[in-house]
């Protein structure tokens, strides 16, 4: 299998992964809106958007293992086939060796720093109608549940770094959606938050049993070894791993504090509307990026050889798959939002087109800066920490400021702001400047065509849904949907994709016919 294969497998991996979550989410959040009361509801989003944060605890070793793995496979090859030499086989195993002890000690310190702390916040929450218990036992499970996964992560960093990219996500979707499920028929059932996070452990420890069992089947060669403990790898990882940690961390304080500032100031109750369309363009980003995600591997190989123009190929392409999905499906919800909001969450629960804008601008922005940053961190240019931390701190300041006299919008225009005056623009500038990419290919390749993107999408949406012909908003929503679809699928055939994968597409499709 080619590295383009390879990379699409990956890429399309995650695309079912996310998409299968973000359908069962989809179904999730209007069931615990219509069986939680609303303080519980705002409880469980923040909660559940504090957990997520916690994948930071790994202090940035997760990617630099994965970074390391990839640059040992490199040594055989960067073809995806390409046999592992025996002194590529030693150095992964005492990698996976050392990943595993380290990671046994992260798992235990995440538990326990991630709890003290949550219970010291949760402390100073008014609440009316849950009690307090209740809501440090759901965070201490939900610690528990980010325990077990950084507990996992060794295998799959071995997954990803000898190339199998993908597979992880495949797994992993499967027991997301297991999850999921089991929380749905608990939220039906009368079922609470405590209930809920306890599906959420018993779901992580699955998954990591499940991702252990098929590293062992894809890679058996590597487990036959037996690696040991090296502490000069650690050493030698601990300030590229510090830095990364830093990076995440600043993503962090910038793009997930919000819903402290909301809660404290606006209450508990205003944070589901708010969370729910970040949500919604969140899991559009997810989808956006995971072609970079895929090609992360792939840039370190190819970087080991020095073949820079096909790691600047990557690059272009990956971007312009990027930005035209989020211009397309941007320009889709903000045509439609009020219209798609009413069906999904029901009447009242639209957090308003101003607040969706600033969102869609951020998350494009990010998508740009993840795929930019990332296949420059693969080539270990571990180089966006200061800008990363100087942009959470100034989210934190903004947000201080602006929530008093602008509410929910001052809150997320606090974030672009920051991101915007650091992260925006030195990721991708110190990215094109490493990789070598021109501004001139960026902006004729990339950046005009997502502009046409989402121009044709978002008036092409209004149209619709103005359109006197559709009586009932289902019909105009779905219209208007199927319409930006097509606009991405014909900007992405044209630009996005090259001749050989249209024509193999192509095949498929008379195959395909041709069989029915």
Known sequence: MTIARRILFGAAASWFSRGLTIVLGLVLMPVLF????????????????????????????????????????????????????????????????????????LALLAFAVSTGLGLLYLRSLEL???????????????????????????????????????????VGSFVHAITLLAQIAVALAGGGLVALAFVAAAGALVQRAAILGFAKRKQPDLFSLRGRWRGDMLRSMAPLAGKAWLTAFGGILAL???????????????????????????????????????SAVFVSHLWTEDRRTEVQDILINNLRIG??????????????????????????????????????????????????STASRATEDEAFASSSISGGLLKLLLSWILVKPFGLLGVALATLAAQ?????????????????VRTTDYAAKV??????????????TLGIVRAPIFEEPLPAVACSAMFAAAVLFGFAWCLALKPLQRQRLLDLFRKTGAAD
């Not at 109608?129 to 809501?135: D, I, K, M, R, Y």
């Not at 320009?331 to 101003?354: E, I, K, S």
């Not at 650091?422 to 990789?435: A, I, P």
């Not at 950046?447 to 092409?460: D, E």
Request: charged share 10%; glycine share 12%; aromatic share 14%.
């Open 34 to 105: 219509r069986t939680l009361p609303h303080e519980e509801l705002g409880l469980w989003l923040l909660l559940g958007q504090s957990w997520a944060t916690l994948g930071i605890l790994d202090f940035g070793f997760g990617v630099t293992l994965t970074r390391r793995i990839a640059f040992a496979k490199g040594k055989s090859g960067s073809a995806p086939t390409a046999k592992l030499g025996e002194a590529s086989r030693t150095e992964i195993a005492d990698l996976v060796a050392t990943g595993l002890r380290l990671y046994r000690g």
């Open 128 to 170: 009316e109608t849950v009690s307090l218990g209740a809501v440090w036992t759901g965070w201490a499970l939900l610690c528990l549940a980010q325990a077990l996964t950084l507990w996992a992560a060794p295998w799959t960093c071995l997954l990803q770094g000898v190339g199998h990219v993908g597979w992880d996500a495949l």
């Open 256 to 294: 997930n504090t919000d819903q402290f500032f909301v809660a404290t100031f606006e209450g508990t109750r205003e944070l589901p509307a708010y969370r729910a369309a970040y949500v919604l363009l969140l899991n559009l980003n997810i989808a956006a990026v995971t072609f970079a995600s895929a």
């Open 323 to 372: 930005l035209f999905l989020m211009a397309a499906g941007g320009g889709w919800l903000l045509g439609a939002g009020n219209q798609f909001f009413a069906l999904w969450l029901g009447p009242g629960n639209f957090v308003g087109t101003p607040i969706l804008a600033v969102f869609f601008v951020l998350l494009l922005l990010e998508t740009q800066c993840f795929i930019c």
């Open 420 to 436: 915007f005056a650091t992260n925006h623009w030195f990721m991708v500038w110190r990215s094109f400047g490493r990789l070598g």
């Open 447 to 460: 950046a005009l065509p997502t502009i046409f993107v989402f121009l044709a999408a978002s008036v092409g």
